[in-house]
């Protein structure tokens, strides 16, 4: 049992605008009362729901082997000696999965979405999301990409894919559906990409990656899943990509589409040499289609990993800039490509990167649809999201970043003519009560009786990188991790699931697809109950 | 000066990066003597491994056989280390300024990542000196590494700037991905010699085998190598240069890279 008193409360979800009342948990939830039990005296001091980070790329396949390309970067990173409660772990852009917990938790974030999963190998990122300590976790598999699904989509065979999609989640343990370069990547087995949205994947007859991407939302909606299609558009990173994220947008149809990293999908311009920033109209577009959400994907000056199932993007990575390349097939679903990068504020393309990532959080309306994320690893590690946070709030602090850069970034982009401040209310909300409603959990992302007891006290500091890096107390499931600014305490987090209802004869329909086509035997590939730690499983609704 | 005197080699390596001229040269004899080192995941005293005389000074004097102990050095910015002995692993990584000298053999990653200052190894070391750690885009970026004996694998990989110079025999892959620099293999190399060689200089006073993404450029005699012949006279080294006792070959590559290495192959006349 345990009561905060006398901090100013952010609970955007019911209203509450830094209002000065107590709250009060008990058995891991936030509760009405309570009587005796701990007293947290947070007078002075902001509190907020934890934080929910609803993409970030931290467990699995991929990551493993961006950590081991890596080796320069676990030698410059925090290492993370064990102590009594806390295991030993390594930082830097690609953590190991200890560090990822407490990395998350130091920054008073709880709750965390892993983005990218193939189902072949989503045992090991379940082996990894298990050693991921303190905050709760769900997961979404790659889709867009299986081949089962495409050919049933070709075929026209849409109940038929709309079950292989739901057996494949429940096969999967996870909790939805990633769509990344629709098209794309299984294009890419062939040396090639999908970055036209009518034109014939290569490899298919008929399938575009429009009909990919109308297909799958609607499968999403009607699975009833609590989060729609998270979808990575084509053409990721190219100049002139706005035209192909609207025709996206209109792909999807009217159905809930989440998109990811919307950052990375705001460009105009034809080449690299005439790029400029495309976010007004993709605002423009975004604030009049209620049906989408989407994080920000934002990026920072510094060093990161580009870690994508976006192959051919990452193989055209690799070629502009010589760095190290990693390039990993995932038979018959997905791929994914690795590149160490750094963002440079002296580079013309990297300076309109970071201006598009703050204008889509500045212009798009309703802060309520646009979350903070900055596509860990690949656009900058999440523990600097404070200094983001930063520069939502302060626009002098913002205009003096906006200075540095290049001239010609600045004519490319309208960050420069941008006032807008958040406050805390709708920092709040895009750091966590908007990622969970987002995500359709009810319980997270907000203070209400009957939420999970996850609460983050700041002291309050008008440098909102001081104040949203190094929280005063972090509590997960009612359990003080975080106090006077220390990691004291570990727990173990859940995993949320769905499960998704599907026709059973789906089975007969895919054994003899296995047989043939994959290495691995039919039974082999679903993750069985046992290997997810704490599982908890949601509900799908079906209207 | 300081003198350190090893009680007897260890069994495991001992991690010894606190032996450096910036620990010591403000520290009395007894904040020397508690200075960690590692003995395996153990952290030690000083004084459990070695003898400590001395205070307060940046010239610091190694004795035993230290083939064992590593990272000597490490990121030293002033003074010198003498090593009389063998020296271990990690032999003035990183370090920024300073000299370092072992009258024994070095072992491998001498100068890894070294920016500045220099060292001179009077018997044989091992792989990879003055080279990137694994994964590291450059190896050293400045100063001097002398060997007198022979060398192994991968010297002056990735390497950046600086001057690497073997007296003996080197092995396999010397300027392995170099990118700038100069190595001079004065007995020569064994394989694969500048493979992958983005920029930089490799001179060589014995035939070498080549590989085959290397041209042949021209023969000649480069002023700038006349230059270099100057630089290592003052370290009591000749390189030849004369038209009178012969010629370089020079050959441009790794064209599998591209890169734009020159390689110079020492051609004496015929006697």
New interface residues.
């Given amino acids: 049992m345990l009561r905060i008193t006398g901090g100013r409360v952010y609970d955007p979800a019911h209203g509450l605008n830094g209002v000065v009342r107590d709250v009060c948990i008990d058995g891991g939830k936030i509760v009405e009362q309570v009587t005796g039990g701990r007293v947290i005296d947070a007078a002075g001091m902001i509190v907020f729901p934890g934080g929910v980070d609803v993409h970030t790329h931290v467990a699995g396949g991929a990551l493993n082997f961006a950590r081991a390309?890596?080796?320069?970067?676990q030698?410059s990173a925090v290492p993370f000696l064990h102590k009594e409660k806390l295991r030993a772990g390594i930082g830097g852009p690609t953590p190991t999965t200890f560090a990822t917990g407490y990395l998350y938790a130091g920054m008073g974030y709880t709750t965390v979405n892993e983005a990218a999963v193939p189902v072949l190998s989503a045992k090991h990122t379940h082996e990894e999301l298990r050693d991921t300590p303190i905050v709760d976790k769900s997961m979404c598999i790659l889709m867009a990409n299986n081949e089962i699904m495409l050919d049933l989509l070709e075929a026209g065979e849409y109940e038929r894919a709309k079950h292989v999609v739901g057996w494949m989640i429940n096969a999967a343990k996870s909790y939805g559906v990633k769509a990344v370069n629709p098209g794309g990547v299984t294009a890419w087995k062939w040396g090639k990409n999908a970055s036209k949205m009518n034109e014939v994947v290569t490899g298919y007859n008929s399938l575009t990656p429009a009909m990919i991407v109308g297909g799958l939302a609607r499968i999403c909606d009607d699975l009833g899943l609590p989060h729609p299609m998270h979808l990575h558009c084509n053409n990721l990173g190219a100049p002139g990509n706005i035209e192909t994220t609207l025709e996206t947008m209109k792909a999807v149809d009217g159905a809930r589409c989440h998109m990811a990293h919307l950052q990375f999908h705001a460009y105009g311009g034809d080449e690299w040499e005439t790029m400029r920033s495309e976010s007004v109209t993709l605002a423009n577009y975004f604030n009049t289609h209620p049906n989408f959400t989407a994080d920000a994907g934002a990026v920072l000056f510094g060093n990161a990993v580009t870690i994508t199932a976006d192959g051919p993007w990452q193989h055209l990575l690799y070629q502009l800039t010589g760095r190290k390349w990693g390039n990993l097939d995932v038979e018959n679903e997905t791929g994914c490509g690795i590149v160490p990068y750094t963002y440079k504020g002296s580079n013309l393309v990297n300076a309109i990167q970071w201006a598009v990532g703050l204008e889509l959080l500045l212009l798009i309306d309703d802060p309520w649809r646009i979350y903070l994320t900055t596509d860990h690893p690949n656009g900058a590690c999440f523990w600097r999201y404070p200094e983001i946070i930063h520069m939502l709030m302060n626009a002098d602090f913002r205009r003096e970043q906006v200075k540095k850069l290049p001239a010609k970034a600045i004519q490319r982009t309208v960050i420069a003519d941008l006032d807008r401040e958040y406050s805390l209310f709708e920092i709040a909300i895009i750091i966590s009560a908007g990622p969970a409603r987002a995500l359709g959990m009810k319980n997270k992302g907000h203070l209400g009786v009957g939420a999970d007891a996850d609460v983050t006290i700041y002291n309050q500091n008008p440098d909102g990188e001081m104040m949203f890096r190094y929280p005063r107390y972090v509590l997960k499931g009612g359990e003080v991790v975080v106090e006077e600014g220390d990691l004291k305490n570990s727990v173990e987090g859940r995993q949320f699931l769905v499960e998704p209802s599907f026709d059973p004869a789906i089975e007969e329909f895919l054994r003899p697809l296995f047989q043939q086509h994959y290495t691995m035997s039919f039974e082999n590939y679903p993750v069985e109950m046992e290997r997810v730690e704490h599982p908890e499983v949601m509900e799908c609704s079906l209207e | 000066m300081i003198t350190l005197t090893l009680k007897q080699p260890p069994t495991v390596p001992l991690e010894a990066e606190s032996i450096t001229p910036d620990l010591m040269v403000a520290a009395s004899n007894a904040e020397i003597r508690a200075l960690p080192v590692f003995h395996g995941k153990r952290q030690c005293r000083l004084d459990e491994y070695f003898d400590v005389d001395g205070d307060r000074s940046d010239q610091i004097v190694v004795r035993g056989d230290a083939a064992k102990v590593k990272w000597l050095g490490r990121g030293m910015t002033r003074g010198a280390i003498r090593v009389e002995g063998n020296a271990g692993m990690h032999l003035g990584a990183y370090m920024k300024g300073g000299a370092i000298e072992v009258t024994g053999s070095g072992s491998d990653w001498i100068g890894a990542e070294m920016k500045a200052g220099s060292i001179h190894v009077h018997g044989n070391v091992g792989g990879q000196i003055g080279a990137a750690y694994r994964g590291s885009l450059q190896g050293m970026r400045g100063g001097v590494i002398r060997v007198g004996g022979s060398a192994g694998l991968e010297i002056g990989m990735r390497m950046r700037r600086g001057l690497i110079i073997v007296e003996g025999k080197v092995r396999d892959f010397a300027g392995l991905q170099m990118k700038g620099g100069t190595i001079c293999l004065m007995q020569g190399a064994e394989l694969r010699t500048g493979a992958w060689m983005i920029r930089g200089t490799i001179i060589s006073l014995a035939p070498i085998p080549l590989l085959p993404t290397f041209s042949h450029a021209c023969d000649g005699h480069p002023v700038v190598l006349r230059l270099l012949a100057k630089k290592l006279a003052q370290l009591g080294l000749s390189l030849p240069f004369s038209e009178h006792d012969g010629l370089y070959r020079q050959y441009s590559g790794d064209f599998s890279v591209p890169g734009r290495g020159e390689l110079f192959v020492w051609q004496p006349n015929a006697a």
């Fill in positions: 390309m890596t080796p320069e970067n030698r």
